[in-house]
């Protein structure tokens, strides 16, 4: 009970304060009067337990107005950008009174997400941010030291990020009043594929921290600049994003080398399904954005004309793919690959869900041999019971000796 030792000093410390007050009898306390009470009173633990209460206030204050600053300078500017540069119909949410808001902020102010909808072809464009919990500075220690000594402990989203996830929804129209192609989901089973551009200073964490990224191979091209490295499942598909992207790109991906971790075109999830049902319905074509949280305008003009350059290049294979353009990237070979890998990882979760399966099923029937063996003691007699106890006893000897004459 040593450990104990500092806490009672510190609570007869505590105690020792008022003494001289809790020193008086009864008659002697009720003869005080109120002023004399309070004067004679030691009020020095009830005014630093105040005092603590209003710092804490004042970093919960601060903190959490300090995070939906940072907020407003990111997200209303890519508010703006899609409703007004590319002109989706809907942006941000609605509220119950009938407001609109920009974004909406979530668990304490620490994540922040903006929605855009309605354009063609694209299905939706949504912006996740998370922040550190700044008015909970012990708890940003605590977590700081875990992620230094211990990183398997921490939560992947511990760092502070930006994400911007585009759905394309396979759907071109040339006019507001024009009727959309009936092919569109035609059109997005063609762009279940993954080619990435990643920053070279963040590989190995975008491919450990993204299921999708864990299956492609990298390589160096000289379409991209020195900064960056492709990550595709194919080498063929490294030309995608060149192919469509506008020429001033390679241009504005060096300007945004100091914040931008990644940029993928996939159809699979960020974690790895471990059922057939969640691999059918986890698959969904999305550009993916990451960054590192930045709230500085140049780097969110930068931002901006990057999601405007990934939205040009959906528009562009959107087109091609609805009007079977000859010309386009995206041929019959790729797509064949690109199934071809699909149906060897979804072979693979089949797998082990059928290993699980017979694991769950051989404990099960040991854990019923056990009861019926525990029930059958239960109405053996005495003498029996220790005959099968001796039976069970040179049973498991014998099995050892086998053990051991195998070692040998």
Same mark, same amino acid.
């Given at each position: 009970?040593?450990?104990?030792?500092?806490?009672?000093?510190?609570?007869?410390?505590?105690?020792?304060?008022?003494?001289?007050?809790?020193?008086?009898? !009864?008659?002697?306390?009720?003869?005080?009067?109120?002023?004399?009470?309070?004067?004679?009173? +030691?009020?020095?633990?009830? %005014?630093?337990?105040? =005092?603590?209460?209003?710092?804490?206030?004042?970093?919960?204050?601060?903190?959490?107005?300090?995070?939906?600053?940072?907020?407003?300078?990111?997200?209303? &500017?890519?508010?703006?950008?899609?409703?007004?540069?590319?002109?989706?119909?809907?942006?941000?949410?609605?509220?119950?009174?009938?407001? $609109?808001?920009?974004?909406?902020?979530?668990?304490?102010?620490?994540?922040?997400?903006?929605?855009?909808?309605?354009?063609?072809?694209?299905?939706?464009?949504?912006?996740?941010?998370?922040?550190?919990?700044?008015?909970?500075?012990?708890?940003?220690?605590?977590?700081?030291?875990? =992620?230094?000594? %211990?990183?398997?402990?921490?939560?992947?989203?511990?760092?502070?990020?930006?994400? @911007?996830? @585009?759905? &394309?929804?396979?759907?071109?129209?040339?006019?507001?009043?024009?009727?959309?192609?009936?092919?569109?989901?035609?059109?997005?089973? $063609?762009?279940?594929?993954?080619?990435?551009?990643?920053?070279?200073?963040?590989?190995?964490?975008?491919?450990?921290?993204?299921?999708? !990224?864990?299956?492609?191979?990298? =390589?160096?091209?000289?379409? !991209? &600049?020195?900064?960056?490295?492709?990550?595709?499942?194919?080498?063929?598909? +490294?030309?995608?994003?060149?192919?469509? =992207?506008?020429?001033?790109?390679?241009?504005?991906?060096?300007?945004?080398?100091?914040?931008?971790?990644?940029?993928?075109?996939?159809?699979?999830?960020?974690?790895?399904?471990?059922?057939?049902?969640?691999?059918?319905?986890?698959?969904?074509?999305?550009?993916? %954005?990451?960054?590192?949280?930045?709230?500085?305008? *140049?780097?969110?003009?930068?931002?901006? $004309?990057?999601?405007?350059?990934?939205?040009? %290049?959906?528009?562009?294979?959107?087109?091609?793919?609805?009007? +079977?353009?000859?010309?386009?990237? @995206?041929?019959?070979?790729?797509?064949?690959?690109?199934?071809?890998?699909?149906?060897?990882?979804?072979?693979?979760?089949?797998?082990?869900?059928?290993?699980?399966?017979?694991?769950?099923?051989?404990?099960?029937?040991?854990?019923?041999?056990?009861? $019926?063996?525990?029930?059958?003691?239960?109405?053996?007699?005495?003498?029996?019971?220790? *005959?099968?106890? *001796?039976?069970?006893?040179?049973?498991?000897?014998?099995? !050892?000796?086998?053990?051991?004459?195998?070692?040998?």
């Amino acid at each position: 009970m040593s450990f104990l030792q500092p806490i009672v000093k510190v609570l007869d410390s505590v105690n020792s304060l008022n003494a001289p007050y809790f020193a008086l009898s !009864l008659e002697e306390q009720r003869a005080l009067s109120f002023v004399e009470r309070v004067k004679m009173y +030691n009020w020095s633990f009830e %005014i630093v337990v105040v =005092a603590l209460m209003l710092v804490m206030y004042a970093f919960y204050a601060i903190g959490s107005k300090g995070n939906v600053g940072r907020a407003n300078k990111l997200f209303i &500017p890519l508010s703006e950008c899609f409703q007004d540069d590319l002109k989706f119909a809907r942006v941000g949410f609605s509220t119950k009174d009938g407001d $609109k808001k920009k974004f909406v902020s979530e668990q304490n102010n620490t994540w922040f997400t903006t929605f855009a909808t309605g354009r063609s072809a694209i299905e939706s464009i949504t912006a996740r941010s998370h922040m550190y919990a700044r008015y909970n500075p012990l708890a940003m220690l605590m977590e700081r030291l875990l =992620a230094t000594f %211990i990183p398997s402990l921490v939560d992947r989203d511990l760092e502070e990020f930006v994400q @911007i996830t @585009i759905k &394309p929804n396979g759907v071109h129209v040339t006019s507001e009043s024009a009727m959309a192609p009936g092919n569109a989901e035609e059109t997005l089973n $063609k762009l279940k594929f993954i080619t990435s551009i990643v920053n070279k200073t963040s590989m190995n964490k975008c491919r450990n921290d993204n299921y999708f !990224l864990s299956l492609t191979h990298t =390589a160096e091209s000289d379409k !991209l &600049p020195l900064q960056y490295v492709f990550m595709s499942e194919n080498n063929q598909l +490294n030309g995608f994003i060149p192919h469509y =992207a506008n020429a001033n790109f390679n241009e504005l991906l060096v300007q945004c080398s100091d914040f931008l971790q990644f940029i993928s075109f996939t159809d699979l999830p960020d974690e790895k399904p471990i059922t057939d049902k969640l691999w059918q319905s986890t698959q969904m074509p999305r550009c993916v %954005i990451q960054c590192k949280l930045s709230t500085n305008g *140049k780097n969110v003009e930068l931002l901006k $004309k990057l999601i405007a350059s990934l939205v040009e %290049i959906y528009d562009e294979v959107t087109k091609e793919l609805v009007n +079977n353009s000859p010309s386009t990237f @995206i041929t019959t070979d790729l797509l064949k690959k690109s199934t071809n890998l699909r149906n060897q990882e979804l072979n693979k979760i089949i797998k082990v869900m059928k290993q699980v399966e017979r694991e769950m099923a051989l404990e099960k029937k040991q854990e019923q041999e056990k009861l $019926k063996r525990r029930e059958l003691r239960d109405k053996l007699s005495g003498e029996e019971q220790d *005959k099968l106890d *001796k039976k069970m006893k040179e049973k498991r000897e014998r099995r !050892l000796r086998n053990k051991q004459k195998l070692r040998m």
